[in-house]
């Protein structure tokens, strides 16, 4: 049974959004309904005592399981509609808040869960959120989103395509549509429009290549009176991919899509929660940091600290702050390898866990750095980019952070161009969306990443 293809535009546009807003709501409001109801069930059998409220226990213990979800990727597109992952993540993400949630009412409110609530209750909340999602993976493999592409294949256009045909049965391309529109010969754009109607096409992407004929942009103005979305591929490849594919788009496109960074409100908050957040931290770790650099200077001829001039907010240099790891005459611009024998006994402990990176609080306090933003490159790096990228200033408009998109997604890169404009296509996508929602992503994606480390 076919949906309408209103409805199927419906159904894709909310499951396949880029929002994670929907699911945490819909995930909150079901894990705390089913502990609750399920809850009860331990409170009717007589016997335990009710010790804990249980309203107060289920929105405790959804409300961490929203937290560790974003952190674990559970919300993530690529996830939250497949089988596996789905269980996958789900068990983690739960086990983790309950952790975390039974210690918070234990330790911050004195209070208790009984066993069967807890029991009855994390069931319920699991098997229904887990079931919300595997019907809703159901639904979208019965009615998968179906787009078309109109244009040169770009390099962008090709990899959507691979990874469409990869596997995913959550897109699906009109590739015998596309066929039979670029093998007719003198077609009216409107006839075309209705055959996009006819096959319940829900997007209509348009190539940013110059060559692209204007029967293309004829056909678009007659698909968006038919209700269909129109998008170029810039925007529905950072939909699909969070970030933007630079081999194809032209520079123009870039500057004119604009960055709407300069947002008071916004920044105002984050620069507090830096200042506050980065004077709490060097507080609470100050004996850490104390041992590490003692560590360092006893074990390692030298300082405990090494700096480096990286290229900051308006392309303003700084001196960043790490603990040194290298012996001494070897801090350079090289990439190290796995074994590599300028790495220090102390620093093989720090680099796994990115200890070596917490003077950088310093950084942040002293406005230099932020939480989360594109990282600070040398300036060796950024002088040798500029000159093959020049978009590559780009991503000084905002200040460095000590975590960012980039990092989580692609993890430790090397130095070279192919990498690097890898990591600015993540970049870009940061600055286009840059807000308090996406640094908060970052942040807790990164703890997820770091923690996952010591597993």
């Known amino acids: 049974m076919n949906l309408p293809r209103s409805r199927r535009q419906g159904v894709s546009k909310v499951l396949l959004s880029g929002s994670v807003t929907p699911w945490i709501v819909a995930d909150f409001a079901i894990g705390f309904a089913g502990f609750y109801l399920c809850a009860l069930l331990g409170r009717m059998t007589g016997l335990q005592q009710v010790r804990i409220d249980n309203a107060i226990a289920g929105g405790t213990l959804s409300f961490f399981f929203v937290l560790v979800g974003l952190g674990a990727g559970f919300f993530d597109r690529e996830n939250r509609l497949r089988r596996f992952e789905i269980i996958k993540w789900g068990l983690i993400s739960w086990s983790l808040a309950m952790c975390l949630g039974l210690a918070t009412l234990h330790f911050l409110f004195f209070m208790a869960v009984g066993r069967l609530s807890l029991i009855y209750g994390s069931l319920g909340a699991l098997f229904a959120i887990l079931g919300f999602h595997l019907f809703m993976g159901w639904i979208l493999r019965k009615h998968p989103h179906r787009f078309l592409v109109l244009g040169p294949l770009s390099p962008g256009i090709k990899e959507i395509m691979e990874w469409v045909h990869s596997g995913q049965d959550h897109y699906e391309h009109a590739d015998s549509l596309r066929r039979q529109i670029e093998e007719s010969q003198h077609l009216d754009p409107s006839e075309a429009a209705s055959w996009l109607e006819r096959e319940q096409i829900v997007d209509l992407v348009l190539s940013l290549d110059p060559s692209s004929p204007d029967f293309n942009t004829a056909v678009g103005s007659l698909a968006l009176q038919r209700g269909i ?127 070596d990176e917490l003077p950088q609080l310093v950084n942040i306090l002293l406005g230099h750095m932020s939480f989360v933003g594109p990282r600070p490159e040398a300036l060796q790096i950024v002088e040798r980019t500029r000159e093959k990228l020049p978009i590559f200033e780009i991503r000084h408009m905002v200040r460095p952070g000590l975590t960012g998109l980039a990092q989580i997604s692609q993890g430790k890169t090397q130095d070279g161009l192919e ?37």
């Open 229 to 355: 979305r129109v998008v170029d591929e810039g925007r529905f490849f950072s939909e699909l991919f969070r970030r933007y594919p630079l081999g194809s788009l032209p520079v123009s496109w870039i500057v004119t899509e604009g960055f709407d960074i300069h947002k008071p409100v916004t920044n105002i908050i984050k620069r507090t929660a830096d200042l506050l957040g980065s004077l709490l931290l060097l507080i609470i770790l100050s004996p850490l940091l104390f041992v590490i650099g003692l560590a360092i200077w006893l074990t390692s001829p030298g300082p405990a600290f090494y700096t480096q001039v990286r290229q900051g907010r308006y392309s303003r240099p700084f001196r960043m702050i790490k603990f040194r790891t290298m012996t001494l005459g070897h801090g350079g611009h090289e990439a190290t390898a796995p074994g590599d024998q300028r790495i220090t006994s102390v620093g093989k402990m720090l680099r796994p866990m990115h200890f």
């Open 419 to 455: 990498e690097i404009t890898q990591k600015l296509s993540f970049d870009l996508y940061y600055l286009r969306n840059y807000g308090l929602a996406l640094d908060l992503l970052i942040a807790l994606r990164t703890a997820f990443v770091l923690t996952r480390k010591t597993w």
